[in-house]
């Protein structure tokens, strides 16, 4: 069995998130989507965010088929204990990711993907376009 891991924010869900979730389950079997808790956002987006509480987060996405386990975590060392139990073949991430530099917890992370992101698509530009109506 192929285990595959993703992680991100997953505030407000789109597309780009569902197609992401999609090709995960292509390369895998077992996929685990780790989001981040409300404060690690709110400290990495900006005190508007989030929109959707974790515990709301969490339930969308146990309601995607593509989706065997979700998870949350506050920290990068709690991020790379996550990976280290659940031992991923493959990760994916977005492909603005390729150039970063060091991946956190790259190391327990299998074979690292990269899912071409779908320009329309970003909850940042979601939430402008909401704040403007």
Known sequence: MKRVWLNGCFD???RGHIEMVKYAREVGDYVVVGTDTDARINESKGNTR???TLEDRIEILR???YIDHVVSF??????IDHLKFY??????????????GKIVGEDFSGDILFF?????YSSTDTIKEMNKK
């Open 74 to 79: 506050d920290s990068d060392e709690e991020l």
């Open 87 to 100: 031992k991923p073949d493959h990760r994916i991430l977005g492909s603005e990711y390729k150039n970063s």
């Open 50 to 52: 989030p929109i959707n």
């Open 12 to 14: 407000v869900l789109h």
């Open 116 to 120: 071409d992101r779908i320009e329309q």
């Open 63 to 65: 309601s995607i088929k």
